[in-house]
């Protein structure tokens, strides 16, 4: 399957159709979006990922009305998470932003003027992470 790919596409399983609003989550960490989706998914979720903020623009070109969350990562290589959570704002303004950092909460500028609805530090826990999520999706 490949890592764009949702679990319950078509193509993955015939017939499935999903209900649940996805969650798109973008992180340059392989490990990271894997460990992201499998919780998603284990908590009922439909996730999908990208490895980059371009491969999640073309992934939102043909998914954005199945997704309301996009989970992305700030420092990626290319564009970051901010700039993505600004044209995601400008484009999709249904879809909400979480952004996950490693860096202190000051160097996140003008989170809430980007797009970006709430950001979680690193490292998180998963209660933390599904806590942002459950929040964020409602």
């Known amino acids: 399957m490949r890592s764009t790919e949702r679990a319950d596409s078509p193509e993955a399983n015939p017939g499935a159709a999903s209900e649940t609003p996805g969650i798109l989550v973008v992180d340059d960490e392989q490990a990271v979006r894997g460990v992201v989706v499998r919780l998603l ?25 199945r997704l309301r969350l996009v989970i992305t990562d700030d420092r990626m290589p290319g564009m970051s998470g901010q700039e993505l959570a600004a044209v995601i704002a400008r484009i999709y303004p249904h879809l909400r932003v ?41």
């Not at 979720?45 to 999640?56: G, H, K, L, R």
């Not at 979680?120 to 999520?133: D, H, I, M, R």
Request: charged share 25%; aromatic share 4%.
């Open 41 to 65: 998914r284990r908590r009922g979720y439909d996730a999908m990922d990208a490895p980059d903020a371009e491969t999640a623009l073309s992934v939102l070109g043909t998914e954005a009305r």
């Open 98 to 138: 979480l952004l996950i950092t490693g860096v202190a909460g000051g160097s996140v500028r003008d989170a809430d003027q980007g797009g970006i609805i709430r950001v979680l530090p690193k490292p998180f826990t998963s209660e933390g992470l599904l806590g942002a999520v459950t929040e964020l999706m409602s």
